[in-house]
């Protein structure tokens, strides 16, 4: 074997490593499916009471494992799935609002007792707060009337 086909075969070998190496990280890390949402809440109906204050949420159902939807302290509307984006395929993915109200955990109370899963938590913002997980999460965009909030993708 001439010296530069061994160069070619060590340069290919390296190559096709780093393919496979990618394609190991995005199998651990795939992104959140996309599914179609587009719901609308009436914000004066009782149930939604709290999404008249600042701070207040709900969560309903939409989008891959729920949706998380909020008016932050702007008077601004927020939607996030309830989908970790750490292993999001995997059954016990779904986030849920830590018992504080202050962010959501990978998991979920089994009576009363946590249950977690990956142990990845966000802010609500989106954005990872701890490790495992380093994707936001999936954001729905939000527009409102007055009356009716709409959200959708």
Known sequence: MSKMNKLLLIA?????????????????????PLVAVDKYINVTFPGYINLQIPGGWVVEPGGVKGLFIMKNFTSEYLCFDL?????????????????????????????????????????????PAKAPATRV?????????????????
């Open 137 to 153: 999460l999936r954001k729905y965009n939000c527009t409102f009337d007055g009356t009716l909030l709409h959200i959708f993708n």
């Open 12 to 32: 290919v070998a390296v190559f096709g490593s780093f393919l496979l190496s990618c394609n190991n990280q995005q199998n651990q890390d795939d992104p959140i």
């Open 83 to 127: 989908n970790c984006s750490y292993h999001p395929l995997d059954a016990c993915s779904k986030l849920t609002v830590d018992s504080s109200g202050l962010f959501f955990k990978c998991g979920k109370y089994d009576s009363s007792v946590w249950k977690p899963c990956c142990g990845s938590e966000f802010s609500y913002d989106g954005i």
